[in-house]
């Protein structure tokens, strides 16, 4: 009874050192495959390049100068020369009001300034600080008064001698008085006329005035837009009037613009006050012209930024001599603030962001290393890089999101493009047999 016990311990201890061995051995294999493999990836050097940093803002094009005309008289409109879209040099007619009324008004002033003239004996009025003595009711006086002194001085000469009486003496004293009051008045009355020929003449120069006003022309500039050489044309926006309407005083008969410049009015953030400039380079684009690129110039900076928005406003004279852009349109403009020669740019694909960290993965060995960077201006394909990054560093462009600091990477070569066929075409499949 032995013999059978010992033999079923003996048979269990061997299959139970069997059942141990069996899971020793597959626990290599295992471990085997849960060490780390190499992860595929492909990359790209970083570049250099030059690159423009700018402030991009939108805003409103605007005239360079937007004028209502009105006119400066009372009246009935005679005649429309100009309508909406017609283009119109400085001093051109826009209306005429009837003048009739205005013509009168010049004849008769005309015609009293001449009988002013006539009391003077003059043909033309004097200028200057002109001496009534040289008129001849004054003439007339002085000579009258000469006669009346010499008088009076024979009168006290015969009185002397006891040759002449005390009436004639008497006599010649009160005529040399008379002559001396009519030559007072006299030149008071021709320095009177004097006045009023002048008051005729002004009366004259406002009647003339009227009736140029009854002209509506449109306005001449003082000073021209900066860099335009020929005089500034005006493009009718609206016209306000019609041929026998009455209009009074001020009332508006057309609005102008000029469009050629224009101005670009558009809000700039706080943050960027130290970086806008005058003079700057402004690239303008409008969606009326995609692909179409205006320049233009930082021509004024408002002072003040508004407490509301923290903006500050800036006006940008944008060059249009192919008349492609209409003031009131939408715009978006790129102020050119500095431009760097040697800016670090990778692919755009290369930035990886996650919780708030931008970073590289940058290959150095066959082992990655993540960068954290900052980005900066943006292009076709490609973003600046701003970082401590290596000077030849090499960038993971696929594949970075499966790795992490001290990855083993393998660079997958890229495929040569296939060449096309001739004509283009890729080459058609094979029917199915």
């Excluded at 026998?244 to 508006?252: F, L, N, P, S, T």
């Excluded at 021509?299 to 492609?324: H, K, M, W, Y």
């Excluded at 401590?388 to 890229?414: I, K, N």
Aim: with cysteine; charged share 20%; proline share 7%.
């Amino acid at each position: 009874m032995t013999l059978p016990i010992r033999a079923f311990v003996l048979g269990t201890g061997l299959m139970v050192s069997l059942g141990g061995c069996g899971g020793r051995g597959t626990e290599g294999p295992l471990q085997a495959d849960t060490a780390p493999k190499a992860v595929t990836v492909t990359v790209a050097p970083l570049q250099h390049r030059a690159v423009d940093r700018t402030v991009e803002v939108v805003g409103t094009l605007k005239g360079w100068e937007d004028v209502v005309v009105g006119s400066k008289r009372t009246g009935r409109v005679a005649r429309v020369v100009h309508d909406m879209g017609d283009r119109v040099q400085p001093g051109e007619l826009l209306a005429e009001l009837d003048s009739t009324n205005a013509a009168l008004a010049v004849s008769q002033a005309e015609r009293q300034f001449q009988a002013e003239l006539a009391k003077l004996g003059q043909k033309e009025l004097p200028s200057g600080a002109y001496d009534v003595a040289a008129l001849p009711a004054v003439v007339k006086a002085r000579v009258a008064l000469e006669r009346a002194s010499n008088n009076l001085t024979r009168e006290r000469s015969l009185a002397r001698r006891n040759a002449g009486t005390a009436e004639s003496l008497q006599n010649a004293e009160n005529d040399e008085q008379a002559a001396e009051a009519v030559l007072a008045d006299t030149i008071l009355a021709a320095r009177s006329t004097l006045a009023a020929a002048q008051a005729a003449r002004v009366a004259v120069d406002l009647a003339t005035d009227t009736l140029s006003n009854m002209m509506i022309t449109a306005p001449v500039p003082s000073t021209p837009p900066p860099g335009v050489t020929d005089p500034p044309t005006y493009a009718v926006v609206k016209r306000s009037v019609s041929e026998g309407q009455m209009i009074k005083e001020a009332e508006a008969v057309a609005e102008l613009v000029i469009d050629n410049p224009l101005r670009l009015w558009a809000n700039v953030p706080e943050r960027f006050s130290d970086e806008v400039a005058l003079d700057q380079p402004v690239r303008v684009t409008v969606a009326a012209h995609p692909g179409t690129t205006f320049e233009g110039k930082v021509a004024r900076i408002n002072p003040s930024i508004d407490p509301t928005t923290r903006t500050f406003q800036v006006e940008v004279a944008v060059p249009n001599n192919r008349g492609l852009l209409r003031p009131g349109g939408f715009a978006k403009a790129s102020i050119l603030t500095r431009h760097s020669a040697d800016a670090v740019v990778a692919p755009i694909e290369s930035v990886v962001k996650f919780a708030g960290v931008t970073k590289l993965f940058v290959v150095e060995g066959n082992k990655s290393r993540s960068i954290n960077v900052e980005t900066g201006l943006e292009g076709t394909g490609w973003v600046e890089v701003i970082g401590d990054l290596p000077a030849q560093a090499v960038v993971v462009t696929t594949g970075q999101t499966h790795l992490a600091d001290g990855t083993s990477v393998v660079v997958a070569t890229p495929e040569p493009a296939k060449p096309a066929p001739p004509g283009g075409f890729a080459p058609a499949p094979t029917p199915a047999r």
